[in-house]
């Protein structure tokens, strides 16, 4: 959808709301961590295999002493346990890819990815039938896009064969966004893009969503009180948001059970979303439009243990497709959307945030993706991060105020998805999503004394920017390095207490294990036992940069250890 769509969404709210290579780079700038300052404002095609079901820690409480009672003669009771209430369930993804040439690897048939859900490990401990669920879920979607994509490569081949001069790549590019993640809900949406070679590209989407406690997989009749009430208020958000033009052959009639039961909703913070696929509505042109129905304007329409949400939340949502929100929780929805113009690279050269018809263009911008976040953290208070990749997969979060009226840039965070390898890496790796405004994790390449991704614990400040209190970074592996000659150390706690000085003999196997990437980093020793008597959590070497150059103790970085990587 391009930026003419979200125009012609936009006008329709404005009238509504009026009524690796070895070489060392140069010295890393990196502070760990931190943002910038903020800046003013100013063939039949088939369902990629996939059917839809019917079906600040605080001080204890002190409390003044009770007065004195006379002993009782009652039986003594034993004082229940107090309850400890779980995490927020923390969600993984994975993207999956495949890739299909002709037999002599000369022509490109077919790219496509995918996505997976995931609990990670602790919350599949917090909530084992949510796990048991999830996991399901996630291994028939594997199984069903294994089937449909062996169709899929196979279409593209006889396609190529057919005509070779006119061929078009095909692809399959599907994102999973989670919608969800507390307590009560978890919801996500499976949204793909696929492209059938001379065909029209399709959009499929799927919401899922489970009771958190029991793993149930809710139908939409489980989630609305009066399903047959649906048909009216979509076709009336229908009519408000994209005007008579497009939809004037559809009534609200026929907005039925019959056709709601196959159409992807999911279950929201602040409200139940429907989403509709080309010409499931009206004709292909009119797109795959986007109804979001509030709690606030709806209070009776979803079942009150449903509406139950957590009061800071995250939500993720597509680029190039407006979505809604309700900014200032009164029930009005809100459109909000990003997009960024590519060039013939395929790479964004700009971006651009969308709120109410009010837009903010960031110029001089370059990344190979564009990943939105909403990021709620109380009334009136809400962002977007949009997270880029670039060069080297070098990850940032740009970040974004939205109000009702306008948009505010609020500078670059140096950040981006953390990252973790799972036990079975056939799928690939599994991306933390963001969830929780208070409590989240990402990844920042360093470049001290190899390039490899630190990891901090981040929250949402006030002024609406990630921010981390840890003032160094956990290595998402370790590096094993090889002393090659004997490196003077300091000898420091987990807290980084210095409790010591020493020395690694020459020989001795080190593994790189966290860094400030501005002046240390500290190791554990992998062979070759303590070096000290005192008691101690890593080894501490501490470097100098000086023309571009980084120094131990007045020696050069690559005359002191093998095993160093750095990205060219």
């Known amino acids: ?180 993640a507390d307590r009560r809900i978890v919801s996500f949406l499976y949204d793909e893009d696929v492209y059938y070679g001379m065909k029209h590209r399709e959009r499929y989407m799927t919401g899922v969503n489970f009771e958190t406690q029991t793993g149930k997989r809710l139908d939409l009749r489980d989630v609305v009180t009066d399903v047959d009430k649906l048909g009216q208020l979509i076709y009336d958000e229908l009519k408000i948001f994209y005007g008579d033009g497009v939809y004037e052959d559809l009534k609200a009639s026929d907005i039925d059970w019959s056709r709601l039961k196959e159409t992807a909703w999911t279950l929201d913070p602040y409200g139940i979303t429907f989403y509709f696929g080309y010409r499931e509505l009206t004709e292909y042109s009119a797109g795959n439009p986007t109804v979001t129905l509030s709690f606030a304007e709806h209070p009776d329409l979803v079942k009150k243990e449903y509406q139950e949400a957590e009061e800071q939340y995250c939500v993720e949502f597509s680029v190039d497709r407006p979505m809604y929100f309700d900014l200032d929780g009164t029930g009005t929805p809100d459109i909000i959307g990003v997009e960024g113009q590519e060039n013939m690279d395929g790479a964004f050269e700009t971006l651009s945030v969308l709120v109410n018809g009010h837009w903010y263009d960031k110029d001089g911008f370059y990344a190979y993706n564009l990943n939105p976040v909403f990021v709620h953290t109380g009334k009136g208070r809400n962002y977007v991060y949009v997270h880029t990749a670039s060069d080297n997969d070098y990850q940032t979060f740009e970040n974004f105020k939205v109000e009702s009226g306008t948009t505010g840039y609020l500078g670059t965070t140096s950040c981006g998805w953390h990252y973790e390898m799972p036990s079975d890496a056939s799928l690939g790796y599994l991306r933390s999503v963001l969830t929780d405004p208070r409590a989240f994790v990402l990844d920042t390449r360093t470049d001290l004394l190899s390039t490899i991704n630190g990891t901090c614990p981040y929250y949402v400040d006030s002024n609406g920017r990630p921010k981390t209190d840890q003032t160094w970074y956990d290595l998402s592996y370790t590096l094993t390095f090889t002393a090659k000659a004997d490196v003077p150390v300091t000898l420091v706690t987990k807290e980084g207490k210095k409790v010591g000085e020493g020395v690694v003999p020459k020989g001795t196997k080190l593994g790189y294990v966290r860094t400030d990437d501005k002046s240390w980093g500290d190791f554990i020793i992998s062979e070759g036992g303590p070096i000290s008597d005192v008691a101690y959590d890593y080894v501490r070497v501490d470097v100098e940069i000086r023309d571009w150059t980084k120094y131990v103790n007045n020696v050069d970085i690559e005359e002191l250890f093998d095993g160093i990587m750095f990205a060219g």
């Open 1 to 180: 959808m391009k930026r003419h769509m979200f125009k012609v969404l936009a006008l329709m709210l404005a009238v509504m709301l009026l009524a690796g290579c070895g070489k060392t780079p140069a010295p890393t700038t990196t502070a760990a961590p931190e943002t910038t300052a903020p800046a003013s404002t100013a063939q039949e095609t088939e369902t990629p295999g996939r059917q839809v079901p019917d079906t600040e820690t605080t001080e204890p409480e002190t409390t003044e002493p009770a007065a004195t009672e006379p002993e009782s003669t009652a039986p003594a009771t034993t004082e229940a346990e107090p309850v400890v209430e779980a995490a927020l369930p923390a969600l993984f993804t994975q993207t999956v890819y495949d890739y299909s040439f002709d037999g002599n690897r000369d022509v490109f048939l077919a790219e496509s990815y995918y996505g997976l859900v995931s609990l990670s490990e602790q919350s599949a401990k917090d909530y084992p039938m949510l796990a048991a669920a999830m996991k399901a879920e996630k291994d028939e979607e594997a199984k069903r896009k294994e089937e449909f994509l062996q169709n899929f490569n196979s279409g593209a081949k006889s396609q190529y064969e057919e005509d070779k001069e006119s061929f078009r790549k095909n692809y399959l590019h599907g994102d999973v966004l989670v919608r969800r």
